[in-house]
């Protein structure tokens, strides 16, 4: 299943890319004009597909990944304003209209591209080492010498905290702990990544490697409010949103209301379409019993009495909330998702099954 079909609402059109990389273009344009009295940043280096690429899906494909070997290609300051002389609110814009690009793939073709895009930034900067070494007539570094000191790169640090915010940021629409998998590896194993910074990527590569896509979600037995005690493995549906929320998290409220906004949910949870299991995850009971009716009465509202997720660390739980998505076999579709792919995913199945 392609991150396409799952993320429907989002996912790209030739049409929505093509407008826009030209508005991105023309705001570049606008501003340069602005600038032209001082030094001119340069313009992001657009990518264009080749005109022999007709299909849609080859085009999308093509720019998942080609999108950054010309940027990777530039050389030029790097500051708190600019990467590689462009400025950095310009690549941030394009790394958002590239998350686009690489969510309307397969989970496999969007990982390689990530994987990539690493391997053209860490390219990039040694090849920016050697060209100041170059200027200041020293020797110059070779890529291959594992005892080169090549760490703290401002391109390098630049690049990747922008895409580690991307994809790992709670807060990041964008955010896929199945994508940043290959990025956070490649920077646990590189000799530019600092060394301080590397048991941390070691934790979030380790992290993100639960549970990864298709894998099948981890059992746990729960209770409800009347003591009834229950377990993920028994809830049979077409499709199950397993959801991690607090009483009294206005985060939480807020994708509850976004679920209870699709009143088609009611009838596929009635006709067994849909399960909506939501869990407390943490130890202050009471307070959660005192909130237990405020969730939909046709969900499945309980707590995790044994304390396992968090202790056991069957799903790392980030931050509250958090959803997961599963198909009737228990298999993880979508991992701590925003709840828009998670709507996405609903209304292209509702939809689907309207046009049946």
């Known amino acids: 299943m392609s991150i396409r079909a799952i993320i429907s609402r989002y996912a790209v059109t030739l049409t929505v890319i093509v407008c826009l990389i030209a508005s991105l273009q023309s705001c570049r344009q606008r501003n340069t004009g602005r600038t032209a009295a001082t030094v001119s940043p340069k313009e992001f280096p657009v990518p264009k597909p080749p005109s022999m690429l007709t299909d849609e899906g080859d085009i999308i494909r093509w720019l998942g990944e080609h999108y950054w070997e010309s940027f990777c290609s530039l050389s030029g300051r790097t500051d708190s304003a600019h990467v590689v002389g462009v400025r950095l609110n310009d690549v941030r814009e394009h790394m958002a209209a590239y998350m686009q690009i690489i969510h309307s793939l397969s989970i496999e073709e969007a990982s390689r591209d990530v994987a ?19 200027e200041r007539g020293g020797d110059t570094i070779e890529s291959d010498n594992p005892e080169a000191k090549v760490q703290g790169g401002a391109f390098y640090e630049t690049m990747t905290q922008m895409v580690c915010g991307f994809l790992y940021d709670p807060n990041s629409i964008w955010r896929s702990e199945d994508l940043y998998l290959p990025f956070v590896s490649a920077l646990v194993d590189s000799p530019l ?87 407390y995850i943490d130890e202050e009971i009471d307070t959660w019993l005192s909130y237990e009716k405020e969730y939909p009465r046709n969900w499945i509202n309980a707590y995790d009495y044994k ?33 828009e792919r998670i709507l996405a995913f609903l209304d292209a199945q509702q939809t689907k099954e309207q046009n049946n």
């Open 193 to 279: 990544t600092a060394d301080e910074k590397r048991p941390g990527y070691r934790f979030e590569q380790t992290m993100c490697s639960l549970n990864p896509y298709m894998s099948t979600a981890p059992d746990f037995s729960f209770k409800d409010a009347r003591g009834r005690i229950g377990n993920l493995n028994s809830v049979h549906a077409g499709h199950i949103i397993l959801f991690f929320s607090n009483p009294g998290c206005q985060s939480c409220k807020d994708i509850i209301d976004a679920l209870c906004s699709r009143t088609y949910l009611d009838s596929m949870i009635q006709s067994g379409r849909l399960a909506i299991v939501n869990i």
């Open 116 to 134: 990539q895009l690493y391997d053209l930034i860490a390219a990039a900067q040694m090849r920016l080492f050697r060209e100041a070494q170059s």
């Open 307 to 339: 304390g396992v997720i968090n202790s056991d660390e069957l799903y790392f739980v980030r931050a509250i909330p958090s959803v997961y998505l599963l198909d009737s076999e228990h298999r993880i579709l979508l991992k701590d998702a925003p709840v």
